[in-house]
């Protein structure tokens, strides 16, 4: 279900229905259906109904809804992830325009993914992303057949006076094989007018097995950019992270815009069952310095296997990124050391890695042997292209014997 605003000029706002597996005509044909508000609430009765062109479309999986053609007057998109055209399942995408008293009843534009099985429409989105004060369409087609089988694809089309583009302004591909790329969601995180995409592949492996990631590509003039300024993977072997993405407006009153994102089978108390990531914006100018989180060092070995220090997210200025630990002693708070980087120092059997006397007392672990605390870069412009390095440290004795020392991590803040 989706509000799409008042498309009938009548001062309420209206809502469209999906039903992806509606069977009418033809099975599971998939249907829309638009209800008018008014003075006493939602209109049981639809005032505008369409289907799917052919059977198994899944038409209505997606809904989208934004002014594509400048007219002042919204209109509404429609997904059918497996839209059967040309090719078997190839997916597609419609629009129907509003006209002030409702929607047309005949799409005025529609694409097609072209490619068998890529599945386009399963995610839409509609924003203004190149500021020119008309509304773009954003599709996602995860199952697209790239360099690499199920990689996965994002096109914009642009709108204008005139309509959508027939073909896409702006692409990119998931790069890793069955990483499902194309779950969208667009709006300006960054608050410099422009809209930004922010993508999921719930499949991609990082450096953990279909632990999934999140990706923002940044608005400006001519679209979205080439590469992602932001991007966070979930650091948990699947947990499907990037599996649901939304820009959640400024929830917390700082006047920056967060966003979040659904890792489907994510672990934490329970097996597979899913948690929600919300991450802070920030106003802070982009710069074109890269963040990074690299490791190095050895890591001791306790009664959980090697405690490792990884970071979920990237530490870019304004932003936060997590530090999480693995393997360590159950219901023991550690010590994570912070600063410049040492030359490494014997200890107890490990290695010191951090040359710093300064630590903050992370939680204690948890049944799982894991613990993590959340670090906020501060948007300062000084801080980016800066160094931290980071350790921890589960204490033994007030001597230090039977401490356990982790691998250490290096931050490159970005801008």
């Known amino acids: 279900m989706l509000g799409i605003g008042d498309v009938?000029?009548?001062?309420?706002?209206?809502?469209?229905?999906?039903?992806?597996?509606?069977?009418?005509?033809?099975?599971?044909?998939?249907?829309?259906?638009?209800?008018?508000?008014?003075?006493?609430?939602?209109?049981?009765?639809?005032?505008w109904q369409a289907v799917g062109p052919s059977a198994y479309d899944e038409f209505g999986v997606a809904l989208a809804s934004g002014d594509v053609n400048g007219?002042?007057?919204?209109?509404?998109?429609v997904g059918a992830r497996t839209l059967n055209g040309i090719e078997s399942e190839e997916g597609g995408v419609r629009v129907y325009l509003g006209n002030g008293t409702g929607l047309e009843l005949a799409p005025a534009w529609a694409v097609t993914s072209g490619q068998k099985s890529a599945?386009?429409?399963?995610?839409?989105?509609?924003?203004?992303?190149n500021s020119d004060g008309i509304d773009d369409v954003i599709a996602g087609a995860?199952?697209?057949?790239?360099?690499?089988?199920?990689?996965?694809r994002v096109s914009a089309y642009f709108g204008s006076a005139a309509g959508l583009s027939q073909s896409p302004s702006w692409t990119r591909d998931g790069i890793q094989a069955g990483s499902r790329f194309g779950v969208v969601a667009a709006g300006d995180v960054t608050g410099d007018g422009f809209s930004d995409v922010l993508v999921g592949s719930r499949l991609h492996d990082g450096s953990l097995s279909n632990e999934g990631r999140a990706q923002l590509f940044v608005g400006g003039p001519a679209g979205p950019s080439k590469v992602a300024r932001w991007s966070v993977e979930g650091n948990q072997p699947s947990a499907s992270f990037g599996s649901q993405v939304a820009i959640l407006g400024d929830i917390d009153g700082d006047g920056a815009v967060e966003v979040g994102v659904g890792a489907a089978q994510y672990d934490y108390g329970q097996s597979d069952e899913g948690r929600v990531f919300v991450f802070r914006g920030n106003r802070s100018p982009l710069t074109d310095i890269a963040a990074k989180s690299n490791s190095y060092g050895p890591s001791e070995v306790g009664q959980n296997g090697p405690v490792v220090l990884v970071t979920a997210g990237l530490p870019r200025l304004g932003w936060p990124a997590t530090l999480r630990v693995n393997g360590g002693p159950f219901f023991v708070p550690p010590l994570l050391f912070f600063g410049?980087?040492?030359?490494?120092?014997?200890?107890?059997?490990?290695?010191?890695?951090?040359?710093?006397?300064?630590?903050?007392l992370m939680p204690f672990v948890d049944v799982y042997?894991?613990?993590?605390?959340t670090v906020e870069v501060p948007p300062i412009a000084l801080f980016a292209g800066g160094h931290v390095f980071f350790q921890v440290m589960f204490p033994g004795s007030t001597s230090?014997?039977?401490?356990?020392?982790?691998?250490g991590v290096e931050w490159t803040i970005g801008g």
């Not at 042997?369 to 605390?373: H, P, S």
């Open 340 to 360: 410049a980087k040492s030359t490494a120092v014997p200890f107890d059997g490990g290695t010191f890695l951090v040359q710093s006397s300064a630590f903050i």
């Open 8 to 47: 009938n000029s009548d001062g309420y706002d209206d809502i469209a229905i999906g039903e992806p597996f509606h069977t009418g005509g033809l099975l599971e044909m998939g249907r829309v259906s638009v209800h008018f508000g008014s003075a006493t609430g939602v209109v049981p009765t639809p005032a």
């Open 71 to 77: 007219d002042g007057v919204r209109d509404l998109v």
């Open 142 to 152: 995860l199952e697209w057949d790239g360099q690499q089988v199920d990689e996965g």
């Open 369 to 373: 042997g894991k613990t993590e605390v």
């Open 400 to 407: 230090g014997a039977g401490s356990l020392l982790s691998n």
């Open 119 to 129: 599945r386009l429409g399963g995610s839409i989105a509609v924003s203004d992303l």
